[in-house]
């Protein structure tokens, strides 16, 4: 063989496990798969990117027009821009560093898991009371992001 067909075939070798896994991705009830260069990322139904990429309908009780100042409440106005919407604050790529960034990216996607998912840990009202709770300090902000990344990401 020469070196040229070596190669071909290297090549050959390296992408088909990744196309196979892309084709077969689809099989996995609740597992949404974004295809990466020689891999796949799986994205789980109840994470903030899921809800930003629109793939599912909304809850009704949570339009994706609706501000978060007017869903979390005051002190949410006070801590956020006032025409921040759901929608936005699921799709915030400032949240590595601004941990109420963060909080409220995964308190959106945890308030429609809520109305949208079955068995999920956490009722509307308790997201809502623990979003205005975790707004008084960073640390507190970034401990509610956490668990509520967790549950988010447990959904199913």
Same mark, same amino acid.
């Given at each position: 063989m020469d070196s040229s067909s070596l190669l071909s075939l290297l090549v050959l070798v390296l992408? *088909?496990?990744?196309? *196979?896994?892309?084709?077969?991705? +689809?099989?996995?009830?609740?597992?949404? =798969?974004?295809?990466? !260069? /020689?891999?796949? +990322?799986? #994205?789980?139904?109840? &994470?903030?990117? @899921?809800?930003?990429? =629109?793939?599912?309908?909304?809850?009704?009780?949570?339009?994706? &027009?609706?501000?978060?100042?007017? #869903? !979390?409440?005051? $002190?949410?106005?006070? =801590?956020? $821009?006032?025409? /921040? &919407? /759901? *929608?936005?604050? &699921?799709?915030? %790529?400032?949240?590595?560093? %601004?941990? @109420?960034? =963060? *909080? #409220?990216?995964?308190?959106s996607a945890a308030l429609l898991n809520s109305y949208a998912r079955k068995g999920f840990p956490y009722p509307a009202w308790r997201v809502k009371t623990l979003v205005i709770q975790a707004l008084v300090s960073a640390q507190a902000a970034a401990d509610q992001a956490q668990l509520f990344s967790l549950a988010n990401q447990a959904c199913k």
């Open positions: 992408l *088909l496990p990744c196309s *196979l896994d892309t084709r077969y991705a +689809r099989a996995i009830p609740g597992e949404h =798969r974004i295809p990466g !260069f /020689l891999y796949t +990322r799986s #994205v789980g139904r109840c &994470t903030p990117q @899921f809800w930003s990429s =629109r793939i599912e309908a909304w809850p009704i009780m949570v339009p994706q &027009t609706s501000t978060v100042s007017k #869903v !979390f409440g005051s $002190r949410a106005y006070e =801590r956020y $821009r006032s025409d /921040l &919407t /759901l *929608l936005e604050a &699921t799709r915030r %790529n400032d949240d590595v560093e %601004n941990v @109420f960034a =963060r *909080l #409220v990216k995964e308190a």
